[in-house]
Nanobody
Framework: QVQLVESGGGLVQAGGSLRLSCAASGRTLSSYAMGWFRQAPGKEREFVADINWKGSSEYYADSVKGRFTISRDNTKNTVYLQMNSLKPEDTAVYYC?????????????????WGQGTQVTVSS
């Protein structure tokens, strides 16, 4: 059984930065793609970013390109999301996810593992 636990969310002013972390436990996920989704109130969950198991390839939603950076440390079974130049529209619950395939091409209902989410709120 795999558990994903997010941390690092909080309240930040527009233009500020946050760094999210997602730690996996129960088994190694070094061979899995890992990434982030987010969900704002009243909206569908949407893809944000993912990274392959080697950490050699990243993919970002157009809305966050140039502002967010995803990385992973397989020795710690941890994935990170560095968020810079935050905007109010980035406000959402951010969910960590893991799967054997690319998360940016995966249907939500088929994603293998989900964290419980961490709140990010960006004020104007």
């Amino acid at each position: 059984q795999v558990q994903l636990v997010e941390s690092g969310g909080g309240l930040v002013q527009a233009g500020g930065s946050l760094r999210l972390s997602c730690a996996a436990s129960g088994r190694t996920l070094s061979s899995y793609a890992m990434g982030w989704f987010r969900q704002a109130p009243g909206k569908e969950r949407e893809f944000v970013a993912d990274i392959n198991w080697k950490g050699s390839s990243e993919y970002y939603a157009d809305s966050v390109k140039g502002r967010f950076t995803i990385s992973r440390d397989n020795t710690k079974n941890t994935v990170y999301l560095q968020m810079n130049s935050l905007k109010p529209e980035d406000t959402a619950v951010y969910y960590c996810a893991a799967d054997r395939g690319p998360l940016h091409a995966q249907m939500l209902r088929r994603v293998n593992y989900w964290g419980q989410g961490t709140q990010v709120t960006v004020s104007s």
